[in-house]
Each structure stands twice: as structure tokens, then as C-alpha cells.
């Protein structure tokens, strides 16, 4: 099977190295917005006009621009991560709407993704579930925090409450109660006031939140980035039975690319049985994941 | 929405208690062989010819008369719970065979059911799964035991090793070196040691595992019996990611009434999309079980 990685920063890096260990999959091309000093980089504009490849696996920063996703990629067959749960409706919409011969997988990942059929799965009995992610770092909330002005590099890590477990237990579902936010941030002495007053009431982010905010060095932010691990919980809480599903990863983007690799290769078999436009995990039956009977 | 259900043990009665919380289903029957005293009773032979209601919830003791079940119920939309792992293939496919205009979906449950689900999901990054009971009653196992000549009543407790979890991580995936078997058997005191003795070597159920044979009284047994919380884990461990699912419940057949009652639900409309013959839980898309997109 022949793979494209479109987007080269963490995941896209990811991507290259677990196909790399594969003897099963080649990789023909890394595209790219940038120049990148890399064998198998050609331009992003080109992918258009080329067809070496049977999927491309999209792994840019951000998937916003939906009008430039449809023109460029609506003859292609893609399986992508993307993760605003918000808008993912739109998005899958969006890119449904301008494949006609392809077919994408969107969505792919560890969540959205496999906990997303954790929960609908274990919400079958008729529970409720409630993710606690962490401890790892947020990377929409340290971008967040570097937007301010002032802040010279910053990363926040998201960790359940120590008692989390016992707050669902008592009812509790929503999140910014269960979760506390701590924030890494570099800066110069004098902006410090100001910057922390800035994160902890941004609305959506940490306003809700408890949000601890510890003034460091650009090199410990920097060393603090290399933590990739993660861990996501699902809890589901039903009427006679309590489910725990926990996920630890070492590498969050290498878990995602390992996941995206398996929608990949169900791709052709999912075509093969007619299927196009764009699918979300809820729409793609297990069988074309497993490779044995039902277990 | 009309359901029957097809046999009145505990899973039948779990099957009842769950329809009746329910102001969105009807119970229209109960069919059983034996005669019962029950208001909804109806003679067993009698469900081939009557129409009066959509999914009939196969509760039976047992399934393994194929052909029976070939020439009773080929006409009818069902849900079951078949729970012989071994032979799950075999029967798919004498009830795919048989079915033309209906639809069944088999090996509902928690396990088989969701724990397949969650086997298969989170072997999606490539990891590898082992499961783990209880404790709680191993109902074939306990049948198990009261055949042996001699034994008035029996019940047998599963639970995981209390070293499980290391044993796992150190490689360990024999089922059988991680889960202790108890028996609670009340028989003559003259029978003893040969009963013991024909339960720990009996091949297939306890000869290879640690099994604990404990003498009480048949009322202690009855009590015993009365236990109906169970357990499931599912331990995935892959490249860089672990995953544990942890299934508490407090009723074993209520829990399995549920799922088999969500699957009932989605019948008519996996009926509405084309689907025909006999469908595992891999073969059904999530979208059919959860009430909204993506989450």
C-alpha cells in the first residue's frame, strides 16, 4: 500500500516513522507549505496532479481553511485526525459534500477517535460518560497562552483532580470540575502580573477551570515540551453497572499515526464495498478493523 | 416497539423486568416450553405463526440445536446473546443461511458483545488483548460441577489471580494462568474426595487452572447462587500504549438485557438500510446505537 503524509510537524513526523517500520507499507511523498529538508518532500500545490499514492494521510496544524481542503484534496482518499470537537459535523459535511469518487476517514485518532467508541460503546447499556484526559499536555490550550503578548514560550498540562473518580461517582459531569490546568509560561519579570491575570480568566480556556500558572525558563518550557505522554479516561456511569476505560500512551501523536495507519489500510476495503464520501469512526463496523472473527 | 421473549430463566426474566421500565416497548409474549405461570405465556410452537410483534429476544438455555433454531425462527427479526465463543462462527452461519427477508443480530451481551467491541477497538493501535473475569459465577462451569455423580448443588466463583495485572505485563496471556476457579459443592461427606478429584482434573474446565474445591451446605450454595455482580477486563497492551477496560456490574443478566434491548432498537432501522441474515457486533456501524453524531 502505497501512503502520502500531507503536513510535516509532530504527527506528520509520526506518521513517517511508523511506516517506516512497516514492511507492508511504502511512503512515496511528504507534502508540504514548507521547503523541508527531506527526501520525499514535493511541494503541497503538486498533489493535485499526482496519483502514486492510494491515501493520503493529512496531518496539517489546522484543517480551518474547508473551502481549500475541498479544492485540494476532493479527488483524493484521505484519513485524517481532526480533533475540534465542536465543528467536527461541519467538517465532515464540508468534506462529504465534495467527494464524489474518494472517500475519507476523519476523525481518526485516540479522541476523537477510539475513546469516541468507548463511550458509544459502553453507552449502549444505557450510560452516561464523562473523559478525563490527562495528565498531558493540552496543545490548543499552550497555544492558547503563547498568543499573549508578552509570553516568550509556554506549555499547560491538564491532569484529572485527585479526586475526580469520587466527584463522578457523586454526579458531577462537567469537566472544568474535574480537571486542573497547569500552566508553564517563560516571560520577563515584568509581565508576569498581567500575563497570569490574562490566563486565568481567558473565557473557554482556564476561566472555569482551576488553573495554576508557574513562571519558568524558555529552557525548562522547552524541556517540559518533550513530555509526549497522555492518558485519557472514559468513565460511564449507568443503572447497575460503572465502566472505566483508561488509555496511557507514551507518544500521543505516534498512538494517533499508529491509528490513522489501521483506517488506512481499511480504506480500500471499505471502497471495494462501495462506500464514499466522508465516514466517522461511528460509521465504519469493526469487521474492516479486525482481521479475525468476532472475538 | 412489540418484543417476545423466547425462553424464561434469569436472562428471560432480566429481559421482562428491563421491557416493563420502559414506556417506549411492549411486551407481547412470553414463549416458553414449559407451561408458565405468567399472564404473557404462550406455547413455544406457537411463535411461527404469529405476527404481533417486531424482534423476538432469544433467551434460551441453550442454542445448540441448530436445525431447530433454522426451522423456528427463520421467518423472524431476532436479538440473542449466544455466548459460545468457539462455535459463534458456526452458528452465524446456519442462521445467515436461513434467513432471507429477516434479520438476526447474534452474540449480543457484554461478552461476547461489548468487551469484543472493546477488544477490537483498542486493538486498532496493534496491540494485543487479554480478558479477565470476574469474580463472579461462571455459569457453565457451575453446570459443569453438578453433573458429576454425587454433587447435590454447585456454584463456581472466577477471579482474576490477584497478580493479574503483572502477569500480563511480564507477557503472561494464558487465560488459564490468570484467573483462580472456587467451587462451592454440597454432596454427602462419603463422596468427597472423589468428587474433589473429579474437578480439578476435569479437562477443558479446570485441569489446567488453580481451582479451589470448598464443601458447604446446599442451602450456603443456594445463597452463594444469589451472587449475580460480575466483572470483565479487557488489558491491551501495545507499542508505547496500554490500555485497561474495566466492566463492573451488579447483574450479570440485567446488564446482558440491556445491551440485547439497544440492539432490539436498532433492528428495524439496520432493516430500513438493507441489512439482511445474521449480524455480529462487528458487522454493525456505532451510528446505529447512539442517538447523536460523533462524540
Redesign the interface.
Known amino acids: 500500500m502505497k501512503l502520502a503524509i500531507v503536513g510535516y510537524g509532530n504527527l506528520g513526523k509520526s506518521l513517517e516513522k511508523e511506516i517506516d517500520k512497516r514492511t507492508d507499507l511504502m511512503l512515496t511523498a511528504i507534502y508540504s507549505r514548507r521547503t523541508l529538508d527531506n527526501g520525499r518532500y514535493r511541494p503541497l500545490q503538486s498533489i493535485a496532479t499526482t496519483h502514486d499514492f492510494d491515501v493520503a494521510l493529512l496531518a496539517l496544524g489546522s484543517y480551518n481553511d474547508i473551502a481549500e481542503y475541498a479544492t485540494t484534496f476532493a479527488q483524493l482518499d484521505t484519513v485524517d485526525s481532526f480533533d475540534t470537537h465542536a465543528k ?2 461541519d467538517y ?1 459535511k464540508a468534506v462529504g459534500d465534495v467527494k464524489k469518487d474518494s472517500l475519507s476517514i476523519i ?1 481518526t485518532g ?1 479522541d ?1 477517535g ?1 475513546l ?11 450510560g452516561e ?1 464523562v473523559t478525563l484526559w490527562g495528565e498531558g499536555v493540552s496543545q490548543g490550550h499552550s497555544n492558547a497562552i503563547r498568543s499573549i503578548r508578552g509570553v516568550i514560550d509556554a506549555v499547560q498540562f491538564t491532569r484529572p483532580k485527585p479526586n475526580a473518580d469520587e466527584r463522578i461517582s457523586n454526579g458531577e459531569r462537567n469537566s472544568a470540575k474535574l480537571h486542573d490546568r497547569i500552566c508553564y509560561v517563560a516571560c520577563i519579570e515584568a509581565d508576569k502580573q498581567r500575563i497570569k491575570r490574562e490566563i486565568v480568566t481567558m473565557p473557554d480556556y482556564f476561566a472555569d477551570y482551576d488553573t495554576e500558572v508557574i513562571f519558568t525558563t524558555p529552557n525548562e518550557v522547552r524541556q517540559l515540551k518533550q513530555r509526549t505522554a497522555h492518558r485519557g479516561q472514559v468513565v460511564t456511569v ?14 500521543n501523536t ?2 494517533t499515526a ?2 490513522m495507519l ?2 488506512a489500510e481499511a480504506l480500500p476495503r471499505l471502497k471495494t464495498d462501495g462506500y464514499r464520501g466522508a465516514l ?8 474492516y ?2 482481521d479475525r ?3
Do not use: E, N, Q
Not at 239 to 247: H, L
Open positions: 467536527i459535523a465532515k476523525s485516540w476523537p477510539l469516541s467508541l468507548a463511550r458509544a460503546t459502553f453507552g449502549i447499556g444505557g460518560s449507568g443503572d447497575g453497572f460503572y465502566v472505566k476505560t483508561d488509555v496511557r500512551l507514551d507518544c505516534d498512538y499508529k491509528i489501521a483506517y466517522d469512526v461511528f460509521d465504519i463496523p469493526l469487521k478493523l479486525v472473527p468476532l472475538i
